[in-house]
């Protein structure tokens, strides 16, 4: 074996990647040869020297861009496997693509929504609007003539006894000190909700109970649509001391 040769195959010797035979021939030209030998033992101090230098630290950003660099590789080998993962790729990319141009556009969108909605509820408290609450009627005007096209509720009055002392008005009429009324709050559907019962200390004889469960109303009717009203059953003078007596 030439000294070329050997010398060209120290490297390999020290690294252990010789096969046994070219190794036994190297070991055996480096016994008979002192220059080659001399490489030997200038190449074995070396590594040596080498390894007892301190490893210095790699740096976080050159680590963080060998892993994008070797995934971007795997993703690559990924892609050429198979059709499916070329369309995959492809559509991941779309997709990316969209999103980026979607940013500029959906920031501005945002916050118009934000500021449109902030506004509305600053707003809020300077609105008002008419409400129903729970079973109180509307109120009314003094004079339902004026509202157009308004009817009082109508209807028959049951459980009654004396019915030429009774008479039934409208929610607005006005009655006199020697008369007791019973004002009917009607709803929209014909059924009696609330009363009122002006005379008689204000409250409820056992004939004004019967009528109030049993009486039938046509409920009222604003523009030709059913609606809150108010009605009247009075009973006369005599009728009156009756009932307080």
């Not at 506004?119 to 005007?141: R, V």
Request: proline content about 7%; some cysteine; aromatic content about 8%.
């Amino acid at each position: 074996m030439s000294c070329q040769n050997a010398q060209e195959q120290i490297s390999l010797l020290l690294d252990r990647r010789l096969p046994a035979g070219q190794r036994a021939n190297v070991l055996a030209h480096l016994e008979t040869c002192r220059t080659c030998a001399g490489e030997f033992e200038r190449l074995q101090e070396l590594r040596v020297t080498m390894r007892g230098m301190a490893t210095p630290a790699v740096p976080p950003a050159l680590t963080t861009r060998l892993r994008i660099a070797a995934s971007h590789y795997r993703a690559g080998l990924d892609r050429r496997r198979s059709f499916a993962s070329r369309v995959e790729h492809a559509y991941m990319r779309m997709r990316l693509a969209i999103d980026n141009m979607m940013k500029p556009v959906a920031v501005p969108f945002a916050g118009g929504v934000v500021s449109s909605f902030t506004c509305f509820l600053f707003l809020i408290p300077s609105l008002t609007f008419q409400h129903n609450f729970g079973l109180e009627p509307p109120i009314f005007h003094p004079e339902p003539a004026i509202v157009a096209d308004f009817t009082d509720p109508d209807g028959s009055l049951v459980g009654i006894k004396d019915v030429k002392y009774v008479s039934l008005e409208s929610g607005s009429s006005v009655i006199t000190g020697n008369e007791v009324s019973l004002t009917l709050v009607v709803d929209p559907a014909g059924q009696v909700q609330n009363w009122y019962v002006y005379g008689n200390g204000g409250q409820l004889t056992p004939e004004m109970k019967s009528l109030i469960l049993y009486s039938k109303f046509i409920p009222a009717t604003v523009s030709g649509q059913p609606a809150w009203g108010l009605k009247q059953i009075v009973y006369s003078r005599t009728r009156t001391r009756n009932l307080r007596t």
